[in-house]
């Protein structure tokens, strides 16, 4: 990993940029395997998302406040144009960023894995992890649980529980018992209703073309939501990848790259 002031990244291949973010509770190496497959003919830009990850938390984490550290990353970094590749909360912030940004015409493309979205209503459990003070107790749990119980939590974010490798589960291991995620996790959830009103008005701003890619057995922001997103949207493609969960780009880089 490198890191440019208190941004921590991951730069791999040559080429045109393309800059990934990836979602809550995660860490940049789910997109670790559609780096290596791009990075034969584009520059990526993993980012470590801050706070959540290894990039020194931030003030303001509201979608507003996510998308201003991008701009800060993106003139930081040297990055000119660019795609802007985002996954689920990740996601989220790549159409925040789209709609409003000051250097939003620097992007020339969104390629989007089950972004969060305002068609996308949270299950009951999601809530809690959404709710303060119910996001710092669910982070601070996920922190002090036995080290056989990540790779159950993790599973179900998959289609198939067979592609779940070792190494996504110690990041995401990583990732819950990381010092101060329960204080970063309330701040992003903390303003997601409000967040999510404002992206809605927000999407038929958003002149980039988008591609939507979607696993068929998303458990978590089910692929049913996928059309009205696609739809809000004023130039976007929805892909379905059948068998795949929520992390796609994760569980088999290379059918998600194929739609790329």
Known sequence: MDATTEIVFQQVGAG???VFLHGL????????????????????????????????AVADASLAGLSGWLEHAVEELGIGEFELAGASWGGAIALKFAANSPK?????????????HPFWTPSARQQWLLTPPWSRIVAWMGAHLPRAAYSSILAPSYGERARLRPASVAAYRATLRQPGLSAAVAAYAGRWREDQRQLHL????????VTLIW?????????????????????????????????PCEELPEAFCSVW
């Open 104 to 116: 939003r015409r620097q992007v020339r493309r969104l390629v989007l894995a089950a972004p969060a």
């Open 25 to 56: 509770l995660g860490r940049g190496g789910q997109w670790d395997g559609c780096a290596r497959i791009l990075g034969a003919r584009r520059r990526c830009w993993i980012l470590e998302l801050p706070g959540i990850s290894a990039s020194a």
């Open 215 to 247: 696993g068929e057995r998303d458990r978590v922001v089910p692929a049913a939501t996928a059309p009205a997103l696609q739809k809000a949207l004023p130039r976007a493609e929805l892909f379905i990848l059948p068998g795949l969960g929520h992390l």
């Open 202 to 209: 927000e999407l038929g701003g958003i002149a980039a073309p």
């Open 16 to 18: 045109p940029d393309v």
